[in-house]
Nanobody, 125 residues
Framework: DVQLVESGGGSALAGGSVRLSCAASGYTFNTYSWFRQAPGQEREGVAAIDTGDGSTYYLNSVEGRFTISHDNAKNTLYLQMNSLKPEDTAIYYC?????????????????????WGQGTQVTVS
C-alpha cells in the first residue's frame, strides 16, 4: 500500500532550524510537496519538487529560508527550515503525485496531490 510518513516536527525558537522528513513506500512518485495548515487558516502550499529533473517551487514567504530535497535512493523527502518565524507555526503535511509538475504555472495546488501523510506539528516561538 502507498504510505507517506512525516517525522522531525517539534518546537523551535524564532531564528532556529527544523528538518522534516517524509518516508514514502509502495510507489515511486514523480512529484513531492509540503503543505501546512495553521489554526484558523486554510491549507497552504510551502514547496514542491519534481524528482525527475530536480526542479523546485516555493511559497514566496519561505523562499530563501526553506529548502526542499529528495533522496532518490532512500525514497525520502526533506524540508530544511531555517530562520524560522512564529508565522511558520503549523501542521506540516507531505504530499505526493505520480505526475510531473515542472510545466505547471503554480505547483502548490493541493488537489493535484492524491497521496498525503498524517502531518507533523511545528511550533515556533
Amino acid at each position: 500500500d502507498v504510505q507517506l510518513v512525516e517525522s522531525g516536527g517539534g518546537s523551535a525558537l524564532a531564528g532556529g532550524s527544523v528538518r522534516l522528513s517524509c518516508a514514502a513506500s509502495g510507489y515511486t512518485f514523480n512529484t513531492y510537496s509540503w503543505f501546512r495548515q495553521a489554526p484558523g487558516q486554510e491549507r497552504e502550499g510551502v514547496a514542491a519538487i519534481d524528482t525527475g529533473d530536480g526542479s523546485t517551487y516555493y511559497l514566496n514567504s519561505v523562499e530563501g529560508r526553506f529548502t526542499i530535497s529528495h533522496d532518490n535512493a532512500k525514497n525520502t523527502l526533506y524540508l530544511q527550515m531555517n530562520s524560522l518565524k512564529p508565522e511558520d507555526t503549523a501542521i506540516y503535511y507531505c504530499a505526493a503525485s505520480p505526475w510531473p509538475c515542472s510545466a505547471w504555472t503554480n505547483w502548490l495546488v493541493a488537489g493535484r496531490f492524491p497521496y498525503w501523510g498524517q502531518g507533523t506539528q511545528v511550533t515556533v516561538s
